[in-house]
C-alpha cells in the first residue's frame, strides 16, 4: 500500500495568462500561417501515430517545451521518432516556430514530418489519447507555483501521474527536470506516494542524452541546483 498525498484536484487549467509581450509582426505570422501546418490534429488522438507525415516507429510527448530548444534537440536526434510537442504560451510557441521555418517563409517554407505541436492544455491530450500510446514523456523546468494553495496547478499531481501511466507503455521513460527545490521536494512526496513507476534517486548533473535548455542554463547562472529525474512505467 502506498502513502497518499493530500492535495486539491488539478483544475481545468494549469497555467495563468497564454500571451506575455505584445506580438511582433513576424511572431503573428507564425502563429497564423506555420501553427496551424504543425499543429497536431484533434482527429489523429485516438491513434497518435497517424499524426505525422508518416507513421513514426516511436511517439513521445514533451509537455510545456517552453523556448522549444528541447524539443527540436530531440526531434533532430530521433528523426524516426513522432515529436508531439506542448505548449500555451504563444511567445513560446513562436520561440520554436522561428527554429523551424525562415522569416518570409511562414506560409510556405517546408515543415518537419515528425514533429507536431499541441498548443491546448496538455491534459487534453493526455486524457484522448489511448492507453499504452506513448514511448517517451518529457517534463522540463516546469513552472513551479511555489505557494502550497497552487500545488493543485503543478503538472506532477497525482491524478496527472496517473493519466501518465496509462498512457505509457509498459517499460517507458517519462522524464522530469525542475531547479526549483520546492517542486523538488513535490516530486519526491508525489513520486514516493505512487506505486505506477519505478523511481531512483535523481541526478544533479544533467544525464547524457538530455539536451539543455534556457530554463536550465538560467538556474545555474543563478546558482541553483537542477535535479534530473527517471521514472520508468511499470
Given amino acids: 500500500m502506498t502513502a497518499s498525498v493530500d492535495v486539491k484536484a488539478s483544475p481545468d487549467r494549469l497555467y495563468g495568462r497564454q500571451r506575455g509581450h505584445p506580438l511582433r509582426p513576424r511572431q503573428q505570422r507564425l502563429l497564423d500561417q506555420t501553427l496551424p501546418r504543425l499543429r497536431f490534429a484533434e482527429s489523429a488522438i485516438a491513434d ?5 507525415g508518416h507513421r513514426p516507429a516511436q511517439v513521445w510527448l514533451e509537455v510545456g517545451f517552453g523556448g522549444g530548444e528541447h524539443s527540436l534537440a530531440q526531434h533532430a536526434a530521433h528523426p524516426d521518432v513522432g515529436y508531439i510537442a506542448c505548449e ?13 521555418v525562415p522569416d518570409g517563409g511562414e506560409e510556405t517554407a517546408p515543415v518537419p514530418d515528425m514533429l507536431r505541436v499541441w498548443d491546448e492544455d496538455a491534459r487534453i491530450l493526455l486524457r484522448g489519447l489511448p492507453d499504452q500510446s506513448i514511448d517517451r514523456l518529457f517534463l522540463m523546468f516546469p513552472d513551479p507555483w511555489p505557494k502550497s494553495r497552487h500545488a493543485k496547478r503543478r503538472f506532477v499531481h497525482p491524478e496527472t501521474v496517473k493519466m501518465a501511466a496509462r498512457i505509457l507503455r509498459p517499460g517507458a521513460v517519462w522524464r522530469v527536470a525542475s531547479d526549483d527545490p ?35 542554463a538560467k538556474a545555474l547562472k543563478a546558482g541553483r541546483q537542477p535535479m534530473y529525474w527517471t521514472f520508468t512505467r511499470r
Fill in 48 to 52: 497518435p501515430a497517424t499524426g505525422f
Fill in 88 to 100: 500555451v504560451f504563444e511567445n513560446g510557441l513562436c520561440s520554436l516556430l522561428s527554429r523551424v
Fill in 182 to 216: 520546492t517542486y523538488q521536494a513535490w516530486v519526491e512526496e508525489v513520486m514516493g506516494a505512487q506505486d505506477l513507476f519505478d523511481t531512483a534517486p535523481p541526478a544533479t548533473v544533467r544525464p547524457e542524452g538530455w539536451p539543455p535548455t534556457r530554463y536550465e
